[in-house]
């Protein structure tokens, strides 16, 4: 059991500074989330037990980094990785908030838009990291079809069913899904874009937080981001001005939900199964 107090001043001691005061943060379902006031100013650490969610806070930097690297959007700046004792943490720097400018959702359209030209030889990533608290797989891939079934559907299908979840004509459905993706090419997304995973940093402009970092199909961020909400219309026509989006792209919206569903159908259960289902059977 991760005792918090103890393992934030184990961290202080492993990384060369003093803590001055130590206050929770929201958004700590999967790790424990805190604002560190200490003798180098503000940090955001982020904890877990070192054996639950191997190699996530690593996946989480690269993610952040490449992110970063591509100069198009705001994230935080990764301070600090490690393990000590039975902790496992990573450091981030801390984005203070400010209220959001009149041009907020005009400026992540272009950020989102800039981000999603950056772009590969092939789809996939360099390594493996997490969707939640469940691995996604990033293998090289030549094609958007090929690497939405494989690297995505796949795995969350095979784990569903795992689960004990059952669906019908299944592989028809996986067959018209990859039959109805354009070839496009790779593009460096988010990989988790809900309205959860970003913040208004001091500016009062997007900051991009808690990634899922791969060079996929572009238009699983839009998706995404209608899954839940949260986002305003204005958001998707100013991307689509900026980068505009391949024709058909609103009926494909459900099949690029239906990955981000499965991860939820394995992670909280059959609340998910009827949405599931439902995409499945419009693509059988």
Not at 117 to 122: L, M, R
Not at 128 to 146: D, R, T, V
Not at 165 to 194: C, M, V, Y
Request: glycine content about 8%.
């Amino acid at each position: 059991m991760l005792n918090e107090q103890s393992s934030i001043h184990a961290i202080a001691e492993e990384e060369g500074f003093f803590i001055k005061n130590i206050s929770p943060l929201a958004g700590g379902d999967i790790n424990a989330v805190f604002l560190l006031d200490t003798s180098e100013g503000k940090k955001v650490a982020k904890v877990n037990e070192a054996n639950r969610f191997p190699g996530m806070f690593k996946a989480e930097k690269e993610g952040l980094e490449a992110l970063k690297g591509s100069n198009t959007v705001d994230v935080p700046e990764v301070l600090g990785l490690g393990t000590t004792g039975n902790i496992t943490y990573i450091l981030l720097e801390y984005k203070a908030r400010a209220p959001q400018k009149p041009d907020f959702w005009d400026r992540f359209a272009q950020d989102l838009a800039s981000l999603h030209q950056n772009t590969n030889g092939q789809f996939g990533f360099h390594t493996s990291n997490y969707i939640g608290s469940l691995p996604q797989h990033n293998g090289k891939h030549e094609s958007a079809a090929e690497f939405y079934i494989e690297e995505r559907l796949e795995p969350q299908l095979k784990m569903a069913l795992e689960n004990g979840f059952t669906f019908e004509k299944l592989e028809r459905s996986l067959k018209n899904i990859s039959e109805a993706i354009p070839k496009q090419a790779p593009a460096l997304l988010h990989g988790d874009l809900w309205n959860g995973n970003y913040i208004t940093n001091e500016q009062g402009l997007p900051c991009f937080i808690d990634p899922a970092v791969c060079f996929g199909p572009r238009e699983m961020d839009l998706a995404m981001m209608k899954l839940f909400g949260g986002f305003p219309e204005e958001v998707y026509l100013k991307y689509d001005e900026i980068f505009p989006l391949e024709k058909g792209f609103y009926e494909r919206v459900p099949f690029w939900q239906l990955y981000y569903l499965l991860v939820h159908l394995n992670i909280f259960g059959s609340s998910y199964l009827p949405q599931v289902r439902s995409i499945l059977k419009s693509f059988s």
